[in-house]
């Protein structure tokens, strides 16, 4: 059995884009290795936000 995945308002999505704009920014300011796995995970869920958005404003 599969679950789908819940919807996100678009509200929903410009929060979780700052909170994670700002945790690159901190991981940056403590000069964080960036090639670790927490930074690159980060960075990744980053920009499928990015891409989310761009579809839905594509949409609309």
Do not use: G, S, W
């Not at 884009?17 to 964080?32: G, P, S, T, W």
């Amino acid at each position: 059995m599969t679950d789908k995945p819940e919807k996100f308002t678009d509200e929903e999505l410009e929060k979780a884009i700052k909170l994670h704009d700002e945790l690159i920014r901190f991981y940056k300011k403590v000069q964080f290795n960036q090639n670790q796995l927490p930074f690159k995970a980060v960075q990744k869920f980053y920009n499928l936000l990015l891409k989310e958005r761009q579809l839905r404003r594509e949409k609309n």
